[in-house]
């Protein structure tokens, strides 16, 4: 036997924005009027991080470089969704250490959630599986690599992040902007500064869409499409 081969080992890896890692996050965060748009960013990040079980976190310098805020803002920011319930942090320390390491938990059955009943058509002969918590109300794949981009204002991140949760089939029903502002708590002009920042980085991109509404008259939506793909034009790496 060629001793040669036994050492070669196939290989699966992905292509486009996902190659990085990428996370699962949930629309019910997403759409809470209760979170300001800078905690939605941190958790997004957050979720970005937590593809497998247990992962490395990187070091809060590297957090806050990442996400363009200081200490004080971080620390407001997960204090937030602390006393909203979508993270817990435990600090585990043995007793020969000075100090302890973290542990993040994004919690999947937050107390707010109020959970709904799936309806479903009951069929002879079949069974039904569906997610509980905060998956029951829908998710997206939001990409580490974006979340990771330290050109992008962590409310940049939080808008990308909102449109991620409605396109998990691929393509989505056209939101309203007065439902993205309220759901995100910003105004028209902070929605638009933080957008051109994901077209120039070309995350994603503006479509002028035109849906025939009368043989007389037409209107014209803004469609938002969210590249899949790393930023050609300003490549960084990603050392944590």
Known sequence: ???????????????????????????????????????KGLYAY??????????AFPRRETILRQLKINKET??????????EGYISVQQIREKSQLFGANVYTLVQNPKKLQ????????????????YAGLKSHGYGIIPRIVMQDPRLDIKAKAIYAYYVVYTGAGRMSYLRR???????GISKNTYGKYMQQLVILDYMAIQQRTEPVSSNASIHFPKSNISDHESKRHPFSHAL
């Open 74 to 83: 971080f620390y407001r920011y997960q204090e937030e969704l602390i006393r």
């Open 1 to 39: 036997m060629d001793t040669r081969r036994e050492k070669i080992e196939d290989l699966l890896k992905f292509e486009g924005i996902e190659c990085k890692g990428f996370g699962v996050l949930p629309k019910f965060v997403m759409r809470d009027v209760d979170l300001g748009i800078g905690a």
């Open 115 to 130: 959970m709904t009943r799936i309806d479903q058509e009951v069929k002879e002969g079949y069974d039904f599986a569906y």
């Open 178 to 184: 007065e439902l993205i502002l309220q759901h995100l």
């Open 46 to 55: 957050y979720c970005s991080l937590a593809g497998s079980e247990i992962v």
